[in-house]
């Protein structure tokens, strides 16, 4: 059973740990309708099939936040699987999913496939899950293309590999720049607000507020 956590009273959400870079697959849903995405589902799709079927929700999509393999190894069977659309990454992430064969191959991924998602996303486009709106930013630095899901409503984010607890994206893969990310995150995220929870691509969560006052790579980020 995926660990639950609630966000405020209208949405949940479950993290299924996937692939040897223990990836957070993300389950979000709307309670009121009970309708469901899924963020980055970077393999062990069997697992993540599972715990949609635990959580008792219906997925119409899947988000994805980028294009590295651990977060996009199994969105085209998934896609398949579900017969439900695939949205984002921002299109600078194009590359990576025209070559994620190759990269699954580096890491001994077999069964995952290059593909194109239904829809790319830009800053200032919207997603929907069931009532629940979520903004797209589109925050550069870790990969061209990420970008980060943030509900106002629900003071929350989920930001990929863009800020960790305690750290941020590495930047040493092709199309990173560490100054890119840093302003991603120092412009971008940090503005929202001091309250906005969020969860990462790896480990544990935070908050926007926990981060600006400790992680050492925003050290005198106002
Ligand atoms: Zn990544
Ligand atoms: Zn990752």
């Given amino acids: 059973m995926p660990a639950e956590t609630e966000i405020k009273a209208k949405a949940g959400a479950a993290i299924i740990p996937v692939t040897l870079f223990e990836q957070n697959c993300t389950l979000i849903w709307c309670e009121a309708t009970r309708k469901a995405v899924v963020i980055d589902p970077g393999g062990d799709v069997p697992r ?25 190894g199994g969105a085209a069977e998934l896609r398949d699987a579900l017969k439900v659309p695939i949205e984002g990454p ?10 994620v064969v190759a990269s699954g191959a580096r890491f001994g991924m077999t069964g995952v ?14 997603g929907s899950v069931g009532q629940l709106t979520f903004e797209i930013l589109h925050c550069p630095g870790h990969s061209p293309g990420s970008v980060v899901f943030f509900s106002r409503e629900l003071r929350f984010a ?5 800020l960790f607890n305690g750290s941020v994206g590495r930047t040493d893969l092709p199309g990173g720049s560490h ?17 906005i929870g969020f969860i990462c691509g790896h480990g544990a969560g935070s908050s926007f507020g926990q981060e600006r006052k400790t992680n050492p790579f925003l050290a005198g980020a106002t």
């Fill in 90 to 99: 921002h299109v600078e992430d194009k590359f990576l999913l025209d070559n």
């Fill in 179 to 195: 100054d890119t990310l840093i302003r991603s995150i120092i412009e971008k995220l940090l503005p929202l607000g001091d309250d």
């Fill in 48 to 72: 993540i099939r599972a715990a949609i079927q635990q959580s008792n929700v219906s997925v119409d999509k899947i988000w994805l936040t980028h294009g590295h393999i651990d977060h996009v």
């Fill in 113 to 126: 496939r290059d593909f194109t998602p239904d829809r790319w996303l830009s800053e200032g486009d919207e």
């Fill in 158 to 162: 989920h930001v990929g590999d863009v």
